[in-house]
């Protein structure tokens, strides 16, 4: 079992940037792999990204590939989503979650998830 919790959301304009960043407790942070996921109001919640534990790859949903980044640092036990050029269809709020060792993409795939941060993006 791991606890996280996100921070770094925010309102930004059309074009900017955010970063955001999760810190997991837990000793065993190395052995997850860390997802994001976004949730925009009468959506469901879909994936965005995920690094895995293992060598670090990391894999994005198409609407974000090459303008978000993942990365995390096992020494501080956080995970971080920097996301740039951000458009106003960005607005959501964004999750995120840890699954042991293997990726996964599907939010069943993923039992320990944060409370969110809003992420709202202005046109």
């Known amino acids: 079992q791991v606890q996280l919790v996100e921070s770094g959301g925010g309102l930004v304009q059309a074009g900017g940037s955010l970063r955001l960043s999760c810190a997991a407790s837990?000793?065993?942070?190395?052995?997850?792999?860390m997802g994001w996921f976004r949730q925009a109001p009468g959506k469901e919640r879909e994936f965005v990204g995920a690094?895995?534990?293992?060598?670090?790859?990391?894999y994005y949903a198409d609407s974000v590939k090459g303008r978000f980044t993942i990365s995390r640092d096992n020494a501080k036990s956080t995970v971080y989503l920097q996301m740039n050029s951000l458009k106003p269809e960005d607005t959501a709020l964004y999750y995120c979650?840890?699954?042991?060792?293997?990726?996964?993409?599907?939010?069943?795939?993923?039992?320990?998830w944060g409370q969110g941060t809003q992420v709202t993006v202005s046109s």
């Open positions: 690094i895995s534990w293992s060598d670090g790859n990391t």
């Open positions: 837990g000793r065993t942070f190395s052995s997850y792999t």
């Open positions: 979650a840890a699954r042991f060792r293997n990726i996964g993409y599907a939010v069943m795939e993923y039992p320990n």
